[in-house]
Antibody, heavy 119, light 111 residues
Framework: QVQLQESGPGLVKPSETLSLTCIVSSGFISSHYWSWIRQPPGKGLEWIGYVYSNGRTQDNPSLNSRVTISVDTSKNQFSLKLTSVTSADTAVYYC?????????????WGQGALVTVSS | QSALTQPASVSGSPGQSITISCTGTASDIGGYNYVSWYQQYPGSAPKLIIYEVSIRPSGISSRLSGSKSGNTASLTISGLQAEDEADYYCSSYSRSATLVIFGAGTRVTVL
C-alpha cells in the first residue's frame, strides 16, 4: 500500500519561498509521476506540477514559473518550492501519485498540509 | 485555463439516483477519454472513484458510475446513501500546457 506524507512549515511570510516535502513509503517512488495539488480554503483543486522518478518535471503555467519540483529517489521523497508567495497561495497542499502512463490520474494522496501565507 | 463547470450542489433522498455533470471543451473532456472523478469528505484528501470516464478502481462501490457525451462528463450515484454526502470533483487531461484541470466541485447532500 502506497502512503504519502507531506511535511513543512505551516506559516510562510509574503514574498518568501514555500517549501514542502512528501515522503513516499519505501520502494514505491520509481516509475511513477509525483504531483503537487493545492486547495485554497473552501475552494476547488489546482494542479501545481509533477516530477517523474527520473527527474523530469512539468508545472502549471498559471503559477508563472514560481514552481520548482524535485525528487530524491534515494530518500523516497519529492519536494515543492514555490517562490514569491502571496496570500493567494494560502491553501492545503497535497502530494499525490500519478499513474505510470497517465500522470493526470491521481490514485494515492497524502493527507494534506495547510500552508498559510501571512506576515 | 478555465476550470471545468460543475453544479455547486446536488441533493437527493436516500435510495434515489443523482447525476453530477461536468462540462469542458474539445481540448479536454471532448477530446479524450481521460476524465476522473474524486470524492472528498471534509478535512480529508480526495479519493479517486472513477477514471477513464467510467472505470471504477478496486473497492469502489458499483453504485457509482461515470459516462461522457461530447464535452460533458457525468457521475451518477445510484441508491443514494448517507455515506455519499461529500464533495465531488471532476478532472480531465487537457492538451493545453496545464496538463490536467479540475472542476470547482459539487456538494452532494442526502436529504
Amino acid at each position: 500500500q502506497v502512503q504519502l506524507q507531506e511535511s513543512g512549515p505551516g506559516l510562510v511570510k509574503p514574498s518568501e519561498t514555500l517549501s514542502l516535502t512528501c515522503i513516499v513509503s519505501s520502494g514505491f517512488i520509481s516509475s511513477h509521476y509525483w504531483s503537487w495539488i493545492r486547495q485554497p480554503p473552501g475552494k476547488g483543486l489546482e494542479w501545481i506540477g509533477y516530477v517523474y522518478s527520473n527527474g523530469r518535471t512539468q508545472d502549471n503555467p498559471s503559477l508563472n514559473s514560481r514552481v520548482t519540483i524535485s525528487v530524491d529517489t534515494s530518500k523516497n521523497q519529492f519536494s515543492l518550492k514555490l517562490t514569491s508567495v502571496t496570500s493567494a497561495d494560502t491553501a492545503v497542499y497535497y502530494c499525490a501519485r500519478g499513474d505510470e502512463e497517465q500522470p493526470w490520474r491521481f490514485d494515492y494522496w497524502g493527507q494534506g498540509a495547510l500552508v498559510t501565507v501571512s506576515s | 485555463q478555465s476550470a471545468l463547470t460543475q453544479p455547486a450542489s446536488v441533493s437527493g433522498s436516500p435510495g434515489q439516483s443523482i447525476t453530477i455533470s461536468c462540462t469542458g471543451t474539445a481540448s479536454d473532456i471532448g477530446g479524450y477519454n481521460y476524465v476522473s472523478w474524486y470524492q472528498q469528505y471534509p478535512g480529508s484528501a480526495p479519493k479517486l472513484i472513477i477514471y477513464e470516464v467510467s472505470i471504477r478502481p478496486s473497492g469502489i462501490s458499483s453504485r457509482l458510475s461515470g459516462s461522457k457525451s461530447g464535452n460533458t462528463a457525468s457521475l451518477t450515484i445510484s441508491g443514494l446513501q448517507a455515506e455519499d454526502e461529500a464533495d465531488y470533483y471532476c478532472s480531465s487531461y487537457s492538451r493545453s500546457a496545464t496538463l490536467v484541470i479540475f472542476g470547482a466541485g459539487t456538494r452532494v447532500t442526502v436529504l
